[in-house]
């Protein structure tokens, strides 16, 4: 039997910390899935790397017109960067970098390229001006098409869509085996916080990477 959920927040869910159910739908927590991390680099007007966090993103369009959608907070640096410079790079990081890219949430001074000041180093671009982050094992760079505002009130996100203008991948991560290429790419996905609707209980989230032997054991 399914439990039907509406918009807003049951009585007995209370949030898990301040403005929780007004960043975020409540129920993206009942539901909760699981989306893969990766690291959004922009240029600052200085020439400094900014770099954020995100998992809110996902490859679209067709053959000739490749796009990667992305969501941004209407209040982050990020967004403000895309929209002034109109560039940005997508990263893919493996497990192995969690130390570091986790440190890209960080807050970090105009003065700060936060790049280097999360333990990684620059990678070349080719089509834009942007950097890449050296260490992770993909890229997607990318060229703005457009912002649009996602609500009509209160106006707290913004959805991007991009042109992708260049891709790359490291080498080292190909194989003609499914299970093996993604074994060596280790891609990292984050489990949000997990709100049990029939309860209001909350269980913290955590970062996890693909287990392809458990399609193994499924076959057999």
Not at 136 to 165: G, N, P, Y
Not at 179 to 188: E, I, L, M, Q
Request: hydrophobic letters at 40%.
């Amino acid at each position: 039997m399914k439990m039907e959920l509406p918009v807003q927040a049951l009585d007995w869910i209370k949030e898990s910390w301040e403005g929780q159910f007004v960043v975020f739908p409540w129920y993206y927590f009942a539901i909760d899935l699981p989306s893969p991390i990766f690291i959004i680099t922009t240029l600052k007007e200085n020439g400094l790397a900014n770099a954020q966090l995100s998992t809110w993103g996902m490859i679209a369009g067709s053959k000739n017109e490749p796009k990667f959608i992305l969501m941004v907070h209407n209040y982050t640096e990020t967004k403000k960067l895309i929209e002034k410079n109109g560039e940005f790079v997508i990263n893919f990081p493996d497990i192995t970098l969690k130390d570091k890219f986790m440190k890209t949430v960080n807050r970090f001074d105009d003065n700060t390229d936060e790049i280097l000041a999360s333990g990684l180093k620059h990678d070349t671009p080719e089509k834009v001006q942007v950097p890449r982050v050296k260490e992770c094992f993909a890229h997607f760079e990318c060229k703005l098409d457009w912002i649009q505002d996602i609500e009509k009130a209160e106006k707290s996100t913004s959805l991007v869509q991009a042109s992708i203008v260049h891709a790359a991948i490291e080498e080292d991560v190909l194989s003609d085996d499914l299970r093996t290429t993604c074994g060596n790419r280790k891609w990292v996905f984050n489990v949000h916080e997990v709100v049990n609707p029939k309860t209001g209980n909350h269980d913290n989230g955590f970062l996890t990477i693909l287990d392809m032997n458990f399609r193994a054991k499924a076959e057999e």
